[in-house]
């Protein structure tokens, strides 16, 4: 059986150059992938080229840069079939300036898009991840967040906020096991293709005294 049998994929971003891939790599897998991006041209030629390969997908357009569009979105994907096993917060933007160039609205945008929707897609899936006893959350950050490029200020300071709310998020206790991994830097479609490797909801390892642990290695 495939590793991803059955289970129910929300990637956000999925139109763009890295979220096709990991949305193709899940259908692959054997899940049913909700390919969701703001264009949903490019999410339909995803979903297209995916049951081309006999894979599973479905479109479900949406902006996430709208709180109540991202609980739309998770609301609607676990009607599918009453699951939700992986969100992929995928999708990102990257406004250039420094800090005295940049505009209010592209400062404000890419913190929406970029930070404030992976809240809300978390808040809307957990709880639908816990009562279905688990999932997988994979948050794309950038080494830009680390080793911040010059003329990119909204963008290098969002990454490095997306790091730290997934590192709180691996933290918190729900009850499931919970872990965090931090995968290498490579190119970004080396990253892609080792963020779906990194997707398996059920590689669990064993809980240690009922604590949340973290991995720093992928
Ligand atoms: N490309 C790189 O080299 C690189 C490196 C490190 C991290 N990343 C990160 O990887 C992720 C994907 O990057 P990419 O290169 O595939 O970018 P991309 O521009 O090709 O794809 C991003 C997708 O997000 C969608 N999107 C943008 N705003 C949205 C909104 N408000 N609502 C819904 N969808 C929206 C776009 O329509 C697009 O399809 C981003 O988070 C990016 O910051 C990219």
């Known amino acids: 059986m495939k590793r991803f049998h059955n289970k129910v994929a929300i990637v956000t ?7 096709s891939p990991i949305a193709r790599r899940l259908a692959s897998e054997g899940a049913l992938v909700v390919v969701t991006d703001v264009n949903e041209e490019a999410a339909g030629v995803v979903v297209q080229g995916i049951e081309a390969e006999g894979g599973n997908a479905t479109v479900i357009a949406a902006d996430i840069s ?8 998770v609301e609607k994907a676990f009607g599918l079939n009453g699951l939700i096993d992986v969100l992929v917060n995928n999708a990102g933007i990257n406004r250039r300036g420094n800090l005295l160039s940049l505009s209010d609205e592209d400062w404000d945008i890419s913190f929406t898009v970029n930070l404030d929707s992976m ?15 688990g999932g997988a959350i994979v948050n794309t950050a950038s080494q830009w967040g680390l080793y911040p490029a010059p003329n990119h200020i909204a963008y290098n300071t969002t990454k490095a906020a997306v790091a730290a709310f997934t590192q709180n998020l691996a933290r918190l206790r729900t009850g499931q096991d919970s872990r965090e991994r931090r995968l290498p830097r490579r190119n970004s479609y080396a990253d892609a293709r080792s963020r779906c490797q990194a997707l ?3 590689d669990r390892r064993p809980r240690q005294n009922g ?4 991995h720093r290695k992928a």
């Open 13 to 19: 971003g999925a139109g763009g150059g890295i979220g």
């Open 119 to 133: 809240s809300h897609l978390c808040r809307a899936a957990l709880p639908h991840m816990i009562a279905g006893g």
């Open 211 to 214: 604590s949340v642990r973290s």
């Open 200 to 202: 398996g909801a059920h």
């Open 66 to 73: 709208n709180k109540d569009s991202c609980i739309a979105l």
